[in-house]
């Protein structure tokens, strides 16, 4: 695999985490920890801009 395709890989596997991490959220009552997963989701999904914008530029 070359980075590209490592870089892709790994894009999905943060967006199937982010989506995960929601789904969590919205099955607890604990609103701290449903800010902290819903948080995390929302720094994953700032991740996978990141590693789109450097897909741009290989």
Request: glycine residues 2%; charged residues 20%; positive net charge.
């Given at each position: ?6 870089i892709?890989?790994?894009?999905q596997n943060?967006?199937?985490s ?9 099955r607890?009552?604990?609103v ?14 700032a991740?996978v801009?990141q ?7 290989l």
């Open positions: 695999m070359d980075a590209k395709q490592l892709e890989q790994s894009i943060l967006q199937t982010a989506t995960r991490l929601r789904q969590a959220a919205g607890t009552d604990n701290q920890i449903k800010n902290m997963l819903t948080r995390t989701a929302s720094q994953a999904e991740s801009k590693m789109q914008q450097i897909i741009n530029q």
